[in-house]
T-cell receptor
Framework: ETGVTQSPTHLIKTRGQQVTLRCSSQ?????VSWYQQALGQGPQFIFQYYREEENGRGNFPPRFSGLQFPNYSSELNVNALELDDSALYLCASSLCASKGGPCYEQYFGPGTRLTVT | AQTVTQSQPEMSVQEAETVTLSCTYDTSESDYYLFWYKQPPSRQMILVIRQEAYKQQNATENRFSVNFQKAAKSFSLKISDSQLGDAAMYFCALLGSNFGNEKLTFGTGTRLTIIP
């Protein structure tokens, strides 16, 4: 157990809807990263938040957005859901010395399985 | 751009035997970190072992060890005395030192089966 929690565990949505996924980071961590893992693939980086500021973004459209709160928990929002958004969404927390790093290991939560029909 | 390649989609090993999982990577950075993560059916990604590129000594964690060949950009994982609980997907991952974007780049994974 890493101390990183995610909710909900599973979610089924319809194409065009919006979804919010939540992540509570491990105690003492100040950075949260979000990854999308399609079936049979490795995780792909979506974006990262350091102390409530976005700190890097992968190759995902603007309909993927996020927030980090003062307690370092985080949300991932996806608008206008598409069938290809069906995946396991993982969040990982870490402790970074500053926005430019260095950071220590990323610890992952159990993920949210999103199915878009 | 950073890339990680795992060329073995599936591997199997007899319980108590040794197995090696392969990983190659590419990065233009001189300093970086390499990881092996394990993902069992429970889906939680668990850190197995970490290697700093500036360290020549190979990392070891109990039954898990790596063979890090920096010049060849190779980072293999050796699991000794395989146990049933080792069955999982194993992902090799690279973290660049280009600070400001602390993202992990993952390979496509190797599914490890342990044969009783």
């Amino acid at each position: 157990e890493t101390g990183v929690t995610q909710s909900p565990t599973h979610l089924i949505k319809t194409r065009g809807q919006q979804v919010t996924l939540r992540c509570s980071s491990q105690s003492g961590h100040n950075t949260v990263s979000w990854y999308q893992q399609a079936l049979g693939q490795g995780p792909q980086f979506i974006f990262q938040y350091y102390r409530e500021e976005e700190n890097g973004r992968g190759n995902f459209p603007p309909r993927f957005s996020g927030l980090q709160f003062p307690n370092y928990s985080s949300e991932l929002n996806v608008n206008a859901l598409e069938l290809d958004d069906s995946a396991l969404y993982l969040c990982a927390s870490s402790l970074c010395a500053s926005k430019g790093g260095p950071c220590y290991e990323q610890y992952f939560g159990p993920g949210t399985r999103l199915t878009v029909t | 751009a950073q890339t990680v390649t795992q060329s073995q989609p599936e591997m199997s090993v007899q319980e108590a035997e040794t197995v090696t999982l392969s990983c190659t990577y590419d990065t233009s950075e001189s300093d970086y970190y390499l990881f092996w993560y394990k993902q069992p059916p429970s889906r939680q990604m668990i850190l197995v072992i970490r290697q700093e590129a500036y360290k020549q000594q190979n990392a070891t964690e109990n039954r898990f060890s790596v063979n890090f060949q920096k010049a060849a950009k190779s980072f293999s994982l050796k699991i000794s005395d395989s146990q049933l609980g080792d069955a999982a997907m194993y992902f090799c991952a690279l973290l660049g030192s280009n600070f400001g974007n602390e993202k992990l780049t993952f390979g496509t994974g190797t599914r490890l089966t342990i044969i009783p």
